[in-house]
T-cell receptor, first 111, second 111 residues
Framework: SQQGEEDPQALSIQEGENATMNCSYK?????LQWYRQNSGRGLVHLIL?????REKHSGRLRVTLDTSKKSSSLLITASRAADTASYFC???????????FGSGTRLQVQP | EAGVVQSPRYKIIEKKQPVAFWCNPI?????LYWYLQNLGQGPELLIR????????DSQLPKDRFSAERLKGVDSTLKIQPAELGDSAVYLC?????????FGPGTRLLVL
């Protein structure tokens, strides 16, 4: 079963614009991770934020976590055509090491 | 460093036939995962191994699916017999800590 729900399901923007994706989850977590998947490829880890953290940056990525609302957001700044992919949030739940993935946001960046 | 290797990349079989997928994790990674990814969805865990021990197989349909990791390194996932609904991408991942590293997946089509 899917733990998280991503919003929006699909997003189309112009190169240079910022892209924001949101994720909601249901249970207590140890950490939340974001992954990217290019069409026909495996998933690539982008960033991990722990349950006691509120915000984290990595290059053009900014992730926030609100455990009271059980939600997270991923911001990609100054998007590029190469950012076109599906983005998934995944939670590591308390007591379970495996990740539970959401259904993903399909991002299309128009050159 | 080589990533997670999976083979075959693509497989087409008729229903009721058996099929097997192979995964070689990143060297030194004790934890190995098999995920199922349906079209337009995030991955869902089938089984997790710690070395050669299956420690989380609650989502594995044991009537037709089986897996093994005999020497605690590479792993095989088998389906026998395959059904039409098994058409999906089968992803293998490995980890040593919290970040999981995914292989490119095996795309299975059951006719």
């Amino acid at each position: 079963s899917q733990q998280g729900e991503e919003d929006p399901q699909a997003l189309s923007i112009q190169e240079g614009e910022n892209a924001t994706m949101n994720c909601s989850y249901k249970t207590s977590i140890n950490n939340l991770q974001w992954y990217r998947q290019n069409s026909g490829r495996g998933l690539v880890h982008l960033i991990l934020i722990r349950s006691n953290e509120r915000e984290k940056h990595s290059g053009r990525l900014r992730v926030t976590l609100d455990t009271s609302k059980k939600s997270s957001s991923l911001l990609i700044t100054a998007s590029r055509a190469a950012d076109t992919a599906s983005y998934f949030c995944a939670t590591a739940n308390t007591g379970r090491r495996a990740l539970t993935f959401g259904s993903g946001t399909r991002l299309q960046v128009q050159p | 460093e080589a990533g997670v290797v999976q083979s075959p990349r693509y497989k087409i079989i008729e229903k009721k036939q058996p099929v097997a997928f192979w995964c070689n994790p990143i060297s030194g990674h004790n934890t190995l995962y098999w995920y199922l990814q349906n079209l337009g969805q995030g991955p869902e865990l089938l089984i997790r191994y710690e070395n050669e021990e299956a420690v989380d197989d609650s989502q594995l349909p044991k009537d037709r699916f089986s897996a093994e990791r005999l020497k605690g390194v590479d792993s095989t996932l088998k389906i026998q017999p395959a059904e039409l609904g098994d058409s999906a991408v089968y992803l293998c991942a490995s980890s040593q800590g919290e970040t999981q590293y995914f292989g490119p997946g095996t795309r299975l089509l059951v006719l």
